[in-house]
């Protein structure tokens, strides 16, 4: 597969709970990316968000910057208000190199919060998602004459969470709003990385490879515990570490000619995941993977 390999910083320090790994400094985070052997790295809370500063940072341990997470609100303000407001983050990306954004509706969101339960965690009534599909294709469309994908990221804890509510958005959207498919927070919403793949392969636009251990899965769920609980207990970990069938997953993208990143994104508590450790299995186990004939 022609595609690039790249690693978000979560590994190291958490952008939700920064507590975890907050000892943990940007340039360590950005040598031992390199070291792993990962061509790109996301953005994090640590990174610096002007070009001049953050270019030659990277540049230092031949790193690209893939992407970074953009906050929607489209719930609360139209398609060119949120375009007016995320001009500083597009410029930010376009100026490094980045053709992706990565972008989630965080209106009544759960997930930074670690006093919520899973349960708590919005849903938006039908009546409402016309109105959100059309400012999402809107702001969709205005990016793309910017020179920006969208990379629509389904996440546990917002409105577009489990696999129902990523086929009412995809269905319900014009082409320009592309998805960003997490293999790890499908799988943790009920979802099917496999029939989205399957669904979805040419309007993917980037993809976050994380894994989930089934059996603190069933255990958060059982207990109804917060989503930020969850990544403490250690639902996460690098693909090859649990339950997600990744080639099964690859396979419809290799088929649509997918030529973006794949990224992977674990957050875990780095006291008790060594990140090095885990970097390294995920760029390893991912190497394998893209390598293997169709």
Known sequence: MNVRLGINPLTWSNDDLPRLGCDIDLETCLREAAAAGYEGVELGHKFPRDPESLGPRLAAHGLALVSGWYSLRLLERDAAAEFAAMQAHLALLSALGSDVM??????????????????????LPPAQWPRFNRRLGELASMMADAGMRMAYHHHMGT?????????RMMEGSNEQVSLLLDTGHLTFGGGDPVAAAQRYAARTAHVHCKDIRPDVLATVLNEDLSFLEAVLRGVFTVPGDGCVDYPAVFAPLREADYKGWFVVEAEQDPAVADPVTY????????????????
């Open 159 to 167: 409105i577009v969470q489990s696999g129902e509510d990523v086929d």
């Open 102 to 123: 990565v972008c989630a509706e965080v209106t009544g969101c759960t997930h930074s919060d670690i006093r919520a339960p899973l349960s708590a965690r919005p849903v």
């Open 279 to 294: 970097a390294t299995l995920g760029h390893r186990k991912l190497s394998a993977w893209v390598s293997e004939p169709g």
